[in-house]
C-alpha cells in the first residue's frame, strides 16, 4: 500500500500542478483585457463618434455621411411604451433613430450596426476578425444563441456591445442601449463639457476657450443644470479688464442630458433649443 500511494503522489502531484498552471494561465489571459469603458459602446463614423443613447439630430444624420437610405423601420414596444424606430443606411453601416410614439421631439440614436470591415470598434475589432481575436480584446463575453443566430454579447450598465460569429468569425456588430432603461442624472462635470461642446459646434461666440469663463447654478433648476458663459480677461493673450467678466448668454444642459438650450445671439434672452427634433429623413 505504502508504494501504491508513493506511486499515485507522483502521479496526482504533477497532474494538479498542470491543472494550476492552466487556471493561472486563464486568470492572466481574464485579467490582462481592460475592463469596458463608455468608450467601447461608441464608434467613428465620419470622424466623429456616435454612441447609442444619445440624442438624435438632423445633424447627426449628416454628421453621420452620405446616406444611401432612410426608412421607417417599424413600431417598437418597450415596457408598455412604443417607439417608432427608423432605418438610415450608409455605406458599411446602418443608425437606428427611435422615438417614443407621441413624442417625437425627444429622439435617441437606438442601434449601430457594422456590416463592413471599414469600420472597426473602439478596440480595433471589425467585421472578418476572428472569434479568438475577440476574445483577446474584450474577454470571453457572454453568448446568445437566440434565432438560430450566435453572438458573443459584452454589456455594462443599459448598453451592449455585440458580436455576430459565422462559421468562427465576425459577421456583423452591433452597438445599442436599452431605451427602457431609466435615463440617469449627468454630473455638473458633464454639463459644462457639454456647453463647451456646444459653444464650438455652433459658434457661439468668436471668443478662444482661455478667454471664457463657465458659471454653474446647479440648484435653481430642477431639470438643468444653468451655465453662464462670460468674457475672462485674465489670460493677457486676451485683451480688456482683467477685472470684468461680461456675460455672454446663457446655456441649459437637461439633467438627463436629453435637451441643450441657449439664449445666445437672442436679445430677448428667450432659450431656443440646440438640438431641434429630428425629422423623418
Known sequence: MIVNRFFTSLIIVPVLLLLSCIARAESATESSVPALNEGDFSVLLND??????????????????????????????????????????????????????????????????????SVPTARNIKVGDSLEQVQQAYGPGKEDNSDNQHWLVYQSGGKQLMFQIDQGKVSCIMLKTDLGEEQSEISADQAISAATE???????????????????????????FVITVREDNHDSSCGGDPDITHRLFEIKVARDNTQLLTNADNVDGEFHNLIPPATNH
Open 198 to 224: 456646444a459653444i464650438h459646434t455652433w459658434h457661439l461666440t468668436s471668443l478662444d476657450d482661455k478667454c471664457l469663463r463657465y458659471d454653474l447654478d446647479d440648484s435653481s433648476d430642477k431639470r438643468f
Open 48 to 117: 466623429y463618434a456616435f454612441t447609442p443613447g444619445e440624442t438624435w439630430s438632423n445633424e447627426n444624420f449628416i454628421r453621420a455621411g452620405k446616406a444611401l437610405s432612410s426608412v421607417l423601420a417599424g413600431e417598437v414596444d418597450i415596457n408598455n411604451q412604443q417607439y417608432n424606430y427608423y432605418q438610415h443606411s450608409y455605406d458599411g453601416f446602418q443608425l437606428f433613430s427611435a422615438a417614443a410614439v407621441g413624442d417625437a421631439s425627444h429622439t435617441v440614436l437606438a442601434e449601430i450596426l457594422l456590416g463592413s470591415a
